[in-house]
């Protein structure tokens, strides 16, 4: 088991930048693929970026390809999202979550990951 716990987020205007932190307890961390995930009021989890255990492989979803950037730091067990050109529909709760399965792949799939934090606020205003 891994504890998670995210920070970076806030109230930012349209345009604006915002870095989200997940810190991760424990000596494994770079045993386990990361992710960020965000939910909005009404709407599903969805996943915003995935990055395997040693950085090497990320995955974007297609609406923040281009403005975000997810990496991750394993000697301070943290993992990092960078968000760039922030728009409204970017408001939602965002989650790190860590998947321990050793795929070789990071996993957009919510299911995959067995351990989440509990989520930071971002709120992009127009």
């Known amino acids: 088991q891994v504890q998670l716990v995210e920070s970076g987020g806030g109230l930012v205007q349209a345009g604006d930048s915002l870095r989200l932190s997940c810190a991760a307890s424990?000596?494994?961390?770079?045993?386990?693929?990361m992710g960020w995930f965000r939910q909005a009021p009404g709407m599903e989890r969805e996943s915003v970026a995935a990055v395997s255990r040693s950085g090497g492989s990320t995955y974007y979803a297609d609406s923040v390809k281009g403005r975000f950037t997810i990496s991750r730091d394993n000697a301070k067990n943290t993992v990092y999202l960078q968000m760039n050109s922030l728009k409204p529909e970017d408001t939602a709760v965002y989650y790190c979550a860590a998947d321990s399965s050793r795929r070789p792949d990071p996993s957009r799939r919510p299911v995959s990951y067995n351990n989440w934090g509990q989520g930071t606020q971002v709120t992009v205003s127009s």
């Open positions: 424990g000596r494994t961390f770079s045993s386990y693929a």
